[in-house]
């Protein structure tokens, strides 16, 4: 059979709505005796196809369409693809650290691909968690975006980068901002896995984990130097966001290389007209004369000392000697300026703001990885792959209480060691085995000093203050071996088994004990928890599906949960606690999902979480006293303790209409609950929230206009660590803090008037509503304008 010879021509393949590449498409003719995969920029070569073949188009995710090879010269070789909205077989990566089709998994998983990402253009890493809106996200400043899961947040839940984790020895139980270190604007793909991941990922994953995957360098099909760029500029109106991003790709059929720079700078964020007057920012402290002066805000609707700038790096090589050998190396750095802490900068005391300065330092984040993938049937394992990683992540906090001259500097650093092999091996038809190691080491270092205001000409080591942490030894060691089966018992059932062993060890010192006295200087804690899961899909049709699984969790206290003096909130001090121990989870998720052709997608989930153990922030005796001076200031002692038993439970709905071809209605709400075993709430979990979207999506041009919404959070369901912070929430009949409901009014427009060219326009909170989420220390932005322009060439 004749071939397309000397000037064979590459089909190119692109999801019709977005425009960007389909990768692993299959394209082959009728007799099924030749085929070819497009690769990461959707390309394949046809030159071992005739001109007259008709090829067949087929995806899991897409319709399968079939095209005569004469006719692609009429469309330039461009063909577009329509997504299957029928189909459960996507392929996810995040539940065993392979791929896997979604319809063999009995997780609940949230996937937001490249397209959902373009057409969403978020801000930050945090705002892209919450494009399905099944993901809560508080904010304590602009400058954050903390992500609350199930009734989970911080170190209770678990963010991955290309197969890395996140989570360090110093990650806290408050509110946690780091995610905002990553790049939205380079990510391929993030995949949210809901309830606990512990089998896989080992401490902290109890809530759910966040996988994101960056982009991947793209080598060239043919004998020519691939080569492509993109370049991206985004304004916003309420921060005045100003956002320029550049990255590029040159391949080579066995070399390629990408690199991607972004920088973003946002002024202090105007909040909307109407709302509580208690949230309007009417006074802020100003250095005026070597005096601190309490200003009148010219427009108390601008939250004055919110704004930061934030510039992110990213490299990436990739070597692939042969066609079964994948080397990857990554290097990502994430550096921003000084972010004000607004939560504390709108605290209050004897009718005077309290703080003059709050602010983190420049936070950084820097992680060089090296993975390297294997594709060889060996006794075994069929496939391996292999990760290590360092990660360097330095914070500091500055603060200085109204009329005082010392402001008080806190350092920490975190260098962070990790490798992981991973392995699986077909032992049958029907049963496959993944299996593998984990190895993590962390060394914190936290030191602080003072510096006089007044006089900037005495050094700063003369003035002490304590560290955040203890100022020796700081180690944290985790090591961990786990397994998961899968069999297909045939078409309709697929079981999912697993079993992991942890052991954690933790050593930390005091060198410098005359601030506060304590009982110890030596804190070790030594920790191992076997976890297990046992889940089940039984697939009615190929758009039918029912889930249950079970599965258990730990988290293992890290450095910051027993070692920490820190003012957590107005007039209360968290104490190190030396006997704290590893708290776990047993959670029970029961799941339908139902795709009813071009009519509606149905899926809801629902959950109920059992603790023991728990690690709570309590009242707490230090030394036979029930308050300490911190910081100048009388206050309350709390330490993080087990508080006992806890319980969550909740269900999530996901439902879209089909109202046309190119119209649908997209509705979610989510409902969750947690109290421990005095009752109490507990602090992560949200009011119930969720979203209504009126979808128009066409070749060209996508529109969203959607409805967001909060519920109320009374003062009684409060948690007992939210109901002090008064300068956060609105007050009700009684005085008392509670959290309002409210909804905004959102459009968002995508428009791709060709390949190369992409543009955003939209609206949020059209109806200019002043509103706070739960939780959240900044007032969200008013009336907000975006625009956003996209160039790229291939």
């Given at each position: 059979?004749p071939?397309?010879g000397?000037?064979a021509?590459?089909?190119?393949?692109?999801d019709?709505t977005?425009g960007?590449?389909?990768?692993?498409?299959?394209v082959?003719?009728?007799?099924m005796n030749?085929?070819v995969i497009t690769d990461?920029?959707g390309?394949a070569?046809?030159d071992?196809?005739?001109?007259v073949?008709t090829v067949?188009l087929?995806?899991p995710?897409y319709?399968?369409i079939?095209i005569?090879?004469a006719?692609?010269?009429?469309?330039g070789?461009q063909?577009?693809l329509?997504r299957?909205v029928r189909?459960?077989?996507?392929?996810?990566?995040?539940?065993?650290r392979?791929e896997?089709e979604?319809n063999?998994?009995?997780?609940k998983?949230?996937i937001?691909?490249?397209?959902?990402i373009?057409i969403n253009n978020p801000q930050?890493?945090?705002?892209?968690?919450?494009?399905?809106?099944?993901?809560?996200l508080?904010?304590?400043?602009?400058?954050?975006?903390s992500?609350?899961i199930r009734?989970?947040a911080?170190?209770?839940?678990l963010?991955?980068?290309?197969?890395?984790?996140l989570n360090?020895?110093?990650y806290?139980?408050?509110?946690l901002q780091?995610?905002?270190?990553?790049?939205?604007?380079?990510i391929?793909?993030?995949?949210?896995v809901?309830?606990?991941?512990?089998?896989i990922y080992g401490s902290?994953?109890?809530?759910g984990?966040?996988?994101?995957?960056?982009?991947?360098p793209?080598?060239s099909?043919?004998n020519?130097i691939?080569?492509s760029t993109?370049?991206?500029?985004r304004f916003?109106s309420?921060?005045?966001?100003r956002l320029?991003?550049?990255d590029?790709n040159i391949?080579?059929k066995?070399w390629a290389?990408?690199?991607s720079?972004?920088?973003s700078?946002y002024?202090?964020?105007l909040?909307?007209?109407?709302?509580?007057?208690?949230y309007?920012?009417k006074?802020?402290?100003a250095?005026?004369?070597?005096r601190?002066?309490i200003?009148l805000?010219?427009n108390?609707?601008?939250?004055?000392?919110?704004g930061y700038?934030?510039?992110?790096l990213?490299?990436k090589i990739?070597?692939?000697?042969r066609?079964?050998v994948n080397?990857n190396?990554?290097?990502h750095y994430s550096?921003s300026?000084?972010i004000?802490?607004?939560d504390r900068?709108?605290q209050?005391?004897?009718?005077q703001?309290k703080?003059?300065?709050?602010?983190?330092g420049p936070q950084?984040?820097l992680?060089?990885?090296?993975?390297?993938?294997?594709?060889?049937k060996?006794?075994f394992y069929?496939?391996?792959?292999f990760?290590?990683?360092?990660q360097n992540?330095q914070?500091s906090r500055h603060?200085?209480?109204?009329h005082?001259?010392i402001l008080s500097?806190?350092?920490?650093e975190?260098d962070?060691?990790?490798a992981?092999?991973?392995?699986?091996?077909?032992l049958?038809?029907?049963?496959?085995a993944?299996?593998?190691?984990e190895?993590?080491?962390?060394n914190?270092?936290?030191?602080a000093s003072?510096?006089?205001?007044?006089?900037l000409?005495?050094p700063s080591s003369?003035?002490p203050?304590?560290?955040?942490?203890p100022?020796g030894l700081?180690h944290y060691?985790?090591?961990?071996?786990?397994s998961?089966?899968?069999?297909n018992?045939n078409?309709k059932y697929t079981?999912?088994t697993g079993?992991?062993y942890?052991y954690v060890?933790l050593?930390?010192?005091?060198?410098?004990n005359?601030?506060?006295?304590?009982?110890f200087?030596?804190?070790?804690l030594?920790?191992?928890a076997?976890?297990t899961?046992l889940?089940?899909?039984?697939?009615?049709?190929e758009?039918?599906?029912?889930?249950i699984n079970?599965?258990?969790?730990?988290?293992a206290?890290?450095i910051d949960?027993?070692?920490k003096?820190?003012?957590?909130?107005?007039?209360?001090?968290?104490v190190p606690?030396?006997n704290?121990e590893?708290e776990?989870?047993?959670?029970i998720?029961?799941?339908w999902?139902?795709k009813t052709?071009?009519?509606a997608d149905?899926?809801?989930t629902?959950f109920?979480?059992?603790?023991e153990n728990?690690?709570?922030?309590r009242?707490?005796?230090?030394?036979?006293?029930?308050s300490i001076?911190?910081?100048g200031e009388i206050?309350?002692?709390?330490?993080?303790v087990?508080?006992?038993?806890?319980?969550?439970?909740?269900?999530?709905?996901d439902?879209?209409?089909?109202l046309s071809?190119l119209?649908?209605?997209k509705?979610d709400i989510t409902?969750?609950?947690g109290?421990?075993n005095k009752?109490?709430?507990l602090?992560?979990?949200?009011p119930?929230y969720?979203g209504?979207h009126?979808?128009?999506?066409?070749e060209k041009?996508?529109?969203n206009?959607?409805?967001l919404?909060?519920?109320k959070?009374s003062?009684?369901?409060l948690?007992?660590?939210?109901?002090?912070k008064?300068?956060?929430?609105?007050?009700?009949d009684q005085g008392?803090?509670y959290?309002?409901?409210?909804?905004t009014?959102?459009?968002?427009t995508a428009?791709?008037p060709?390949e190369?060219?992409?543009?955003?326009?939209?609206?949020?909170?059209i109806l200019?509503?002043r509103?706070r989420?739960y939780s959240s220390?900044?007032?969200?932005p008013?009336?907000?304008?975006f625009?956003s322009l996209?160039?790229s060439?291939s």
């Amino acid at each position: 059979m004749p071939s397309l010879g000397a000037e064979a021509q590459v089909i190119r393949i692109s999801d019709r709505t977005s425009g960007l590449p389909v990768v692993n498409v299959a394209v082959f003719n009728r007799a099924m005796n030749r085929s070819v995969i497009t690769d990461q920029d959707g390309k394949a070569s046809l030159d071992i196809f005739s001109p007259v073949d008709t090829v067949f188009l087929q995806h899991p995710s897409y319709k399968r369409i079939s095209i005569c090879i004469a006719d692609l010269g009429k469309t330039g070789f461009q063909v577009f693809l329509d997504r299957d909205v029928r189909l459960l077989n996507e392929i996810v990566l995040a539940v065993n650290r392979w791929e896997q089709e979604k319809n063999e998994v009995p997780n609940k998983i949230s996937i937001l691909s490249r397209r959902d990402i373009e057409i969403n253009n978020p801000q930050t890493a945090a705002d892209l968690l919450g494009i399905d809106n099944s993901v809560f996200l508080q904010k304590s400043q602009l400058g954050g975006g903390s992500p609350m899961i199930r009734g989970f947040a911080a170190n209770s839940v678990l963010l991955v980068v290309d197969g890395v984790r996140l989570n360090n020895a110093i990650y806290r139980s408050g509110n946690l901002q780091n995610v905002i270190s990553l790049d939205p604007n380079i990510i391929e793909q993030a995949e949210v896995v809901y309830g606990p991941g512990s089998v896989i990922y080992g401490s902290d994953a109890l809530g759910g984990v966040m996988d994101f995957h960056s982009l991947s360098p793209k080598l060239s099909t043919s004998n020519n130097i691939f080569f492509s760029t993109t370049a991206l500029t985004r304004f916003s109106s309420a921060n005045n966001e100003r956002l320029g991003h550049l990255d590029m790709n040159i391949g080579l059929k066995k070399w390629a290389f990408l690199g991607s720079i972004s920088y973003s700078s946002y002024s202090d964020l105007l909040m909307g007209r109407k709302g509580p007057d208690s949230y309007l920012r009417k006074e802020y402290v100003a250095r005026i004369d070597n005096r601190d002066t309490i200003l009148l805000n010219k427009n108390p609707l601008v939250q004055k000392s919110s704004g930061y700038s934030q510039l992110n790096l990213s490299t990436k090589i990739r070597f692939m000697p042969r066609e079964k050998v994948n080397l990857n190396y990554s290097f990502h750095y994430s550096g921003s300026s000084d972010i004000p802490r607004y939560d504390r900068l709108i605290q209050y005391k004897d009718e005077q703001l309290k703080y003059a300065d709050w602010y983190y330092g420049p936070q950084k984040w820097l992680m060089h990885s090296l993975n390297g993938n294997f594709e060889k049937k060996t006794g075994f394992y069929d496939n391996s792959k292999f990760t290590i990683a360092y990660q360097n992540y330095q914070e500091s906090r500055h603060s200085r209480k109204l009329h005082e001259n010392i402001l008080s500097h806190r350092f920490e650093e975190v260098d962070i060691f990790s490798a992981n092999l991973d392995m699986n091996k077909k032992l049958g038809d029907s049963l496959t085995a993944f299996y593998g190691l984990e190895g993590i080491f962390n060394n914190v270092t936290s030191v602080a000093s003072g510096e006089n205001i007044d006089n900037l000409t005495s050094p700063s080591s003369d003035i002490p203050v304590s560290s955040r942490y203890p100022d020796g030894l700081n180690h944290y060691y985790s090591m961990a071996l786990y397994s998961i089966l899968k069999y297909n018992f045939n078409e309709k059932y697929t079981l999912n088994t697993g079993l992991r062993y942890n052991y954690v060890y933790l050593h930390s010192t005091i060198e410098d004990n005359s601030f506060y006295n304590l009982p110890f200087d030596n804190i070790l804690l030594d920790n191992g928890a076997f976890n297990t899961s046992l889940g089940l899909v039984y697939r009615q049709n190929e758009n039918s599906q029912l889930n249950i699984n079970l599965a258990s969790g730990f988290r293992a206290p890290n450095i910051d949960d027993v070692a920490k003096i820190f003012d957590s909130e107005p007039g209360n001090v968290v104490v190190p606690n030396e006997n704290l121990e590893p708290e776990y989870s047993y959670n029970i998720d029961l799941g339908w999902i139902k795709k009813t052709g071009d009519i509606a997608d149905i899926e809801i989930t629902a959950f109920y979480t059992f603790l023991e153990n728990v690690m709570l922030r309590r009242e707490f005796d230090f030394n036979g006293q029930d308050s300490i001076m911190y910081d100048g200031e009388i206050s309350k002692v709390y330490a993080v303790v087990n508080a006992g038993k806890a319980r969550i439970y909740g269900f999530n709905l996901d439902m879209k209409l089909y109202l046309s071809s190119l119209v649908s209605l997209k509705s979610d709400i989510t409902f969750i609950k947690g109290r421990d075993n005095k009752q109490l709430a507990l602090r992560h979990v949200p009011p119930i929230y969720g979203g209504i979207h009126l979808l128009f999506e066409k070749e060209k041009l996508n529109a969203n206009l959607s409805v967001l919404y909060n519920g109320k959070l009374s003062n009684k369901n409060l948690a007992p660590e939210e109901q002090s912070k008064s300068a956060m929430y609105e007050l009700d009949d009684q005085g008392k803090p509670y959290s309002p409901s409210w909804y905004t009014l959102n459009l968002k427009t995508a428009f791709r008037p060709n390949e190369k060219v992409s543009i955003f326009l939209g609206i949020d909170n059209i109806l200019n509503y002043r509103y706070r989420p739960y939780s959240s220390g900044i007032v969200s932005p008013g009336r907000n304008f975006f625009f956003s322009l996209k160039y790229s060439i291939s």
